[in-house]
C-alpha cells in the first residue's frame, strides 16, 4: 500500500479481554516500529523489528505485552488482559532500513479504549 | 540518547519564516538530530534529519551548531497547514526515537 496501514482504526474492549492490534507496514520496509501515545504527549516506544527479529522491546511496559512479525511483514501486538490503562493511541512506524540515518512512516494508529 | 530541550509553544504568522529551536548539549558524536512534526489527530510526520552538516528538503532546512549542542529548524515560508507539534529528537539508534513533548507551532493568518 501507499503507506503504514494499521486495523482496527478504534477499538473498545472490555477490561480484561485480550486485543490484537495490526500493522501493514509499507512494502520493503525492514524495519518496523510500536509506538503507544497518550492524550497531549508524545509518542512513546514500546517495541522494534528488523525484519522478522524483535530487536528490543524494552519499551513494553509488563508482560501482558507481546508483539510478532513472523514473515517480517504484517505485525500484531497483542494486549492481554487489558486493563483501562491500557487506553491509548497505539502507532505503528515503519521504515525502508534500519540505523539511525534513516526516516520512519508512520500509520494513522488505532485508538484503544479499555472500559 | 541524548535529552532535548524545546520551548513549549511558538506562535508565527502566515508566509513568514519560523525558527524552531532544539537544545541538545549532551549529545554524543554519533546522535543524529531528527525532526519529526505532528498535526491534530495525524500520526508524526518526517520532517529532516542530519548528523553535522546543514540539512535542506523540501519541507524545511535544519541548521545544526557547530558544537551540535543545538539545532534549528526552519519552515522558509509558514502556511496553516503547518500548524502542528514539532519534536526534536536525538538519537543513536534509530528506532526508540524519544519524542518528549515538542513544541506546539500557531500559525495565524
Known amino acids: 500500500g501507499a503507506g503504514v496501514s494499521q486495523s482496527p482504526r478504534y477499538k473498545v474492549t472490555k477490561r480484561g479481554q485480550d486485543v490484537a492490534l495490526r500493522c501493514d507496514p509499507i512494502?520493503?520496509?525492514?524495519?518496523l516500529y510500536w509506538y503507544r501515545q497518550a492524550l497531549g504527549q508524545g509518542p512513546e516506544f514500546l517495541t522494534y523489528f528488523n525484519y522478522e527479529a524483535q530487536q528490543d522491546k524494552s519499551g513494553l511496559p509488563n508482560d501482558r505485552f507481546s508483539a510478532e512479525r513472523p514473515e517480517g511483514s504484517i505485525s500484531t501486538l497483542t494486549i492481554q488482559r487489558t486493563e483501562q490503562r491500557d487506553s491509548a493511541m497505539y502507532r505503528c512506524a515503519s521504515s525502508k532500513r534500519q540505523g539511525r540515518n534513516t526516516e520512519a512512516f508512520f500509520g494513522q494508529g488505532t485508538r484503544l479504549t479499555v472500559v | 540518547d541524548a535529552k532535548t530541550t524545546q520551548p513549549n509553544s511558538m506562535e508565527s504568522n502566515e508566509e513568514e519564516p519560523v525558527h524552531l529551536p532544539c537544545n541538545h548539549s549532551t549529545i554524543s558524536g554519533t546522535d543524529y538530530i531528527h525532526w519529526y512534526r505532528q498535526l491534530p489527530s495525524q500520526g508524526p510526520e518526517y520532517v529532516i534529519h542530519?548528523?553535522?552538516s546543514n540539512v535542506n528538503n523540501r519541507m524545511a532546512s535544519l541548521a545544526i551548531a557547530e558544537d551540535r549542542k543545538s539545532s534549528t529548524l526552519i519552515l522558509h515560508r509558514a502556511t496553516l497547514r503547518d500548524a502542528a507539534v514539532y519534536y526534536c529528537i536525538c538519537s543513536n539508534s534509530g528506532y526508540a526515537l524519544n519524542f518528549g513533548k515538542g513544541t506546539s507551532l500557531l500559525v495565524t493568518p
Open positions: 512494502s520493503g520496509h525492514v524495519s
Open positions: 542530519g548528523l553535522t
